[in-house]
């Protein structure tokens, strides 16, 4: 199995500052794109930021220029640096990836548990 763990969501204030991080493990043989999406109450899960394996992003317009994502593909992580943040930006968030496992032939997509992130005065 693969399982996906997220960490660093938490409640800032306006114009602050925060990371997330995402582990992934268990069994695997190449992580192919990783992401984050997001989900306001009441709203779709919205694309946030992507990256491929080799390191092209791609951003929501909402988000480009106060957020960045980033990976270690040795390290099998994937992060999320948000700044300039507005109290637009509270949601879940959730990391994804898309893994080939060892012996089995497609790839899929996993999902990790989601962490929340406030933005309030």
């Known amino acids: 199995q693969v399982q996906l763990v997220e960490s660093g969501g938490g409640l800032v204030q306006p114009g602050g500052s925060l990371r997330l991080s995402c582990a992934v493990s268990g069994s695997i043989k190449i992580i192919n794109a990783m992401a984050w999406y997001r989900q306001a109450p009441g709203k779709q899960r919205d694309l946030v930021a992507l990256i491929t394996r080799g390191g092209s992003t791609s951003y929501a317009d909402s988000v480009k220029g106060r957020f960045t994502i980033s990976r270690d593909n040795a390290k099998n992580t994937v992060s999320l640096q948000m700044n300039s943040l507005k109290p637009e930006d509270s949601a879940v968030y959730y990391c994804?990836?898309?893994?080939?496992?060892?012996?089995?032939?497609?790839?899929?997509?996993?999902w990790g548990q989601g962490t929340q992130v406030t933005v309030s005065s």
């Open positions: 994804y990836a898309n893994v080939e496992r060892p012996m089995i032939l497609s790839s899929r997509d996993y």
